[in-house]
């Protein structure tokens, strides 16, 4: 009963450096969104899909790119890494009655 | 477009108090309602739904009415716990439409 699978748990980066966020759903959700929460702060929407080869913007998508090559897969890409990303970062997929299913977390240390 | 509101916070109870989180939501057609619940270190659980006006969602002694006619999904509880401490967010989601979440709202409850 996998859900929503998201990796690394845990990362520390160095300013500069890049790295993927992956996320994976075996529930065969159309939607995917990727979320940042700053400490003590509310959800921010990165980047979302509506099925597999469709991405668009949320509220912060600079500094971050996505893919959707695949149903299952929403993989994440910081470039140019900068302490302004320091976050948690979650994955989620909802399902076609809306209800949202999230990841358990990526906390990213930019130093 | 989509929006939804919640009361800020932090807000602060004694145990065995009364709670009340308002919500309101602006939103064409009929969207389904939900509230999420953040435990500290955690990811988001889905606490309830309803899913069309005049349902009523309820959970581990929370309850929430979806009222059109006020476009209100107040979360309730009648006995706080020092347990149920933790961030609240309220979403909306609408066909064919991304998730929208409320900015969360901290509970602590005093024992």
């Known amino acids: 009963n996998a859900g929503v699978t998201q990796t690394p748990k845990f990362r520390i980066l160095k300013i500069g450096q890049s790295m993927t966020l992956q996320c994976t759903q075996d529930?065969?959700?159309?939607?995917m969104y990727w979320y940042r929460q700053d400490p003590g702060m509310g959800l921010k929407l990165i980047y979302y899909?509506?099925?597999?080869?469709?991405?668009d913007k949320g509220e912060v998508p600079n500094g971050y790119n996505v893919s959707r090559s695949t149903t299952e897969d929403f993989p994440l890409r910081l470039e140019l890494a900068a302490p302004s990303q320091t976050s948690v970062y979650f994955c989620?997929?909802?399902?076609?009655?809306?209800?949202?299913?999230f990841g358990e977390g990526s906390w990213l240390t930019v130093v | 477009g989509n929006s939804v509101t919640q009361m800020e916070g932090p807000v602060t109870l004694s145990e065995e108090a009364f709670l009340t989180i308002n919500c309101t939501y602006t939103?064409?057609?009929?969207?389904?309602l939900f509230w999420y619940v953040q435990y500290p270190g955690e990811g988001l659980q889905l606490l309830l739904k309803?899913?069309?006006?005049?349902d009523k969602g309820s959970n581990k002694g929370f309850e929430a009415t979806y009222r059109k006619e006020t476009t209100s999904f107040h979360l309730e509880k009648g006995s706080v716990q020092v347990s149920d401490s933790a961030v609240y967010f309220c979403?909306?989601?609408?066909?064919?439409?991304?998730?929208?979440f409320g900015k969360g709202t901290r509970l602590h409850i005093l024992p």
């Open positions: 989620a997929s909802t399902d076609p009655g809306n209800t949202i299913y």
């Open positions: 529930m065969n959700h159309n939607y």
């Open positions: 899909s509506v099925g597999a080869g469709i991405t």
């Open positions: 939103a064409t057609g009929y969207p389904s």
């Open positions: 309803a899913t069309k006006a005049d």
């Open positions: 979403a909306l989601g609408n066909r064919d439409d991304k998730i929208i």
